[in-house]
C-alpha cells in the first residue's frame, strides 16, 4: 500500500469521472489496456475492489465511492499547492506596500525581506512605520496592501486579519537598577509609583492601554514626560531619566545594551500582533509572497522572551 502512486490515483479518478476506461484512457493519453492494469494494480495494493465494471459499463463500488471522495480531496490539495508554487515562480517583479507597528517592521519584516530579495530581487517593497490607527487608516483608504500590529478595533468590522503572537508587557529600565535587580520574576505595576515614570503617548496603542489600566499608579497613567516613540523612550531611559513599559518585541529589536527588562507580571498585558487587510479584498500575487515571507519568520520567534506565537493556520495568506 506504501507504494501506491500519483499516476494511479489520478488514473482511478479519471476512470471514475468518466465511468469508462476508453473516455479516460483517451484524456490521460494512454491506452485502455494500460489504464485497465493501472487500476487492477491499484485495486491489488489496497486490497479492495473500486470499480464494478461490466461489458457495457464502468461504476464505482460502494469502498469506490468513499475511496474516490477522498482522492479527489487529496488531489484537489496538491494540485492547488503546486498552482501556489507555480504563481511565486512565476512572479519576477511588482510592488508591495505594507504598514505596521514599530517593532514588527524592525524585528520581523525587515528580516523577512533578506530571503524574498535572494529569490525575487526585482520586487519592490515600501514600508511605513504607523501607530494602529493610521495603519488600519491606510488599509481602508488602500495606500497600503496589508498591515502589521496591533488592530484597531475600531475597524475589526472592516478589516479580516490572522493572529500572529502575543507580546508581553515589559518593565524597563536602565541595567542595574533597583527595579530589575529585586524584581527578576516579574514587576507589579503598583511598583512603579515609587519611581519617575516615562510614557508613551497616547497615539500609541502602550499608551492608550496604560492610561485606561486602573491598577496603574498616577504616574503611569499621567505621565510627566511623555514620547511619541520608542526610540525617544531608550533614549530617555538610557540618560537616566525613570522607568517605563514596553513590550518583549520592542526590546528584542532595540538592543540596548544599556536598558533591561522583566516581565510586567500584575496585571499581565498583553498585545495581539495580526496581519491584516481590507475584508472582501484578495491579495496580488506578489503581495501574498511578501505575507508568507513575514509569516515564516513570525515562526521563529517561538520560544523568545514575552512572546508567545498563535496556532498555525492551514492557509497562512488571504
Same mark, same amino acid.
Given at each position: 500500500?506504501?507504494?501506491?502512486?500519483?499516476?494511479?490515483?489520478?488514473?482511478?479518478?479519471?476512470?471514475?469521472?468518466?465511468?469508462?476506461?476508453?473516455?479516460?484512457?483517451?484524456?490521460?493519453?494512454?491506452?485502455?489496456?494500460?489504464?485497465?492494469?493501472?487500476?487492477?494494480?491499484?485495486?491489488?495494493?489496497?486490497?479492495?475492489?473500486?470499480?464494478?465494471?461490466?461489458?457495457?459499463?464502468?461504476?464505482?463500488?460502494?469502498?469506490?465511492?468513499?475511496?474516490?471522495?477522498?482522492?479527489?480531496?487529496?488531489?484537489?490539495?496538491?494540485?492547488?499547492?503546486?498552482?501556489?508554487?507555480?504563481?511565486?515562480?512565476?512572479?519576477?517583479?511588482?510592488?508591495?506596500?505594507?504598514?505596521?507597528?514599530?517593532?514588527? @517592521?524592525?524585528?520581523?519584516?525587515?528580516? /523577512? *525581506? #533578506?530571503?524574498?530579495?535572494?529569490?525575487?530581487?526585482? $520586487?519592490?517593497? &515600501? !514600508?511605513?512605520?504607523?501607530?494602529?490607527?493610521?495603519?488600519?487608516?491606510?488599509?481602508?483608504?488602500?495606500?497600503?496592501?496589508?498591515?502589521?500590529?496591533?488592530?484597531?478595533?475600531?475597524?475589526?468590522?472592516?478589516?479580516?486579519?490572522?493572529?500572529?503572537?502575543?507580546?508581553?508587557?515589559?518593565?524597563?529600565?536602565?541595567?542595574?537598577?533597583?527595579?530589575?535587580?529585586?524584581?527578576?520574576?516579574?514587576?507589579?505595576?503598583?511598583?512603579?509609583?515609587?519611581?519617575?515614570?516615562?510614557?508613551?503617548?497616547?497615539?500609541?496603542?502602550?499608551?492608550?492601554?496604560?492610561?485606561?489600566?486602573?491598577?496603574?499608579?498616577?504616574?503611569?497613567?499621567?505621565?510627566?514626560?511623555?514620547?511619541?516613540?520608542?526610540?525617544?523612550?531608550?533614549?530617555?531611559?538610557?540618560?537616566? @531619566?525613570?522607568?517605563?513599559?514596553?513590550? /518583549? *518585541? #520592542?526590546?528584542?529589536?532595540?538592543?540596548?545594551?544599556? $536598558?533591561?527588562? &522583566? !516581565?510586567?507580571?500584575?496585571?499581565?498585558?498583553?498585545?495581539?500582533?495580526?496581519?491584516?487587510?481590507?475584508?472582501?479584498?484578495?491579495?496580488?500575487?506578489?503581495?501574498?509572497?511578501?505575507?508568507?515571507?513575514?509569516?515564516?519568520?513570525?515562526?521563529?520567534?517561538?520560544?523568545?522572551?514575552?512572546?508567545?506565537?498563535?496556532?498555525?493556520?492551514?492557509?497562512?495568506?488571504?
Amino acid at each position: 500500500m506504501n507504494n501506491i502512486s500519483l499516476r494511479q490515483l489520478r488514473a482511478f479518478q479519471e476512470v471514475a469521472r468518466a465511468q469508462s476506461f476508453s473516455g479516460a484512457a483517451a484524456k490521460l493519453f494512454i491506452t485502455r489496456s494500460a489504464l485497465s492494469e493501472t487500476i487492477k494494480q491499484l485495486e491489488l495494493q489496497l486490497g479492495v475492489r473500486l470499480l464494478d465494471r461490466t461489458t457495457r459499463s464502468v461504476q464505482l463500488s460502494t469502498t469506490g465511492i468513499e475511496f474516490y471522495e477522498e482522492v479527489n480531496q487529496v488531489l484537489s490539495r496538491l494540485n492547488n499547492a503546486l498552482q501556489r508554487l507555480d504563481d511565486i515562480n512565476s512572479i519576477d517583479s511588482g510592488h508591495v506596500r505594507i504598514a505596521g507597528a514599530p517593532s514588527m @517592521l524592525h524585528g520581523i519584516v525587515i528580516p /523577512s *525581506l #533578506s530571503q524574498l530579495r535572494r529569490t525575487h530581487p526585482n $520586487i519592490k517593497v &515600501t !514600508l511605513h512605520e504607523l501607530g494602529a490607527n493610521g495603519i488600519s487608516d491606510h488599509i481602508l483608504q488602500a495606500d497600503v496592501d496589508f498591515g502589521v500590529g496591533a488592530l484597531n478595533e475600531e475597524h475589526i468590522t472592516q478589516l479580516s486579519c490572522l493572529p500572529l503572537l502575543k507580546d508581553r508587557f515589559v518593565v524597563i529600565a536602565p541595567v542595574g537598577h533597583e527595579l530589575l535587580n529585586h524584581n527578576k520574576r516579574g514587576i507589579s505595576i503598583a511598583d512603579l509609583g515609587c519611581y519617575p515614570y516615562i510614557g508613551l503617548t497616547s497615539d500609541t496603542l502602550i499608551g492608550r492601554v496604560l492610561s485606561a489600566t486602573s491598577a496603574a499608579p498616577e504616574n503611569v497613567r499621567e505621565p510627566i514626560i511623555r514620547v511619541s516613540n520608542t526610540s525617544l523612550l531608550c533614549s530617555a531611559i538610557e540618560n537616566g @531619566l525613570g522607568v517605563s513599559i514596553l513590550t /518583549s *518585541l #520592542s526590546m528584542k529589536y532595540l538592543k540596548s545594551r544599556k $536598558i533591561g527588562s &522583566t !516581565l510586567l507580571s500584575d496585571p499581565l498585558i498583553e498585545r495581539d500582533i495580526q496581519m491584516f487587510w481590507r475584508s472582501g479584498r484578495s491579495l496580488s500575487p506578489v503581495a501574498k509572497l511578501v505575507w508568507n515571507e513575514i509569516y515564516l519568520e513570525t515562526r521563529k520567534l517561538k520560544g523568545e522572551f514575552g512572546i508567545t506565537l498563535c496556532e498555525a493556520p492551514n492557509v497562512a495568506s488571504p
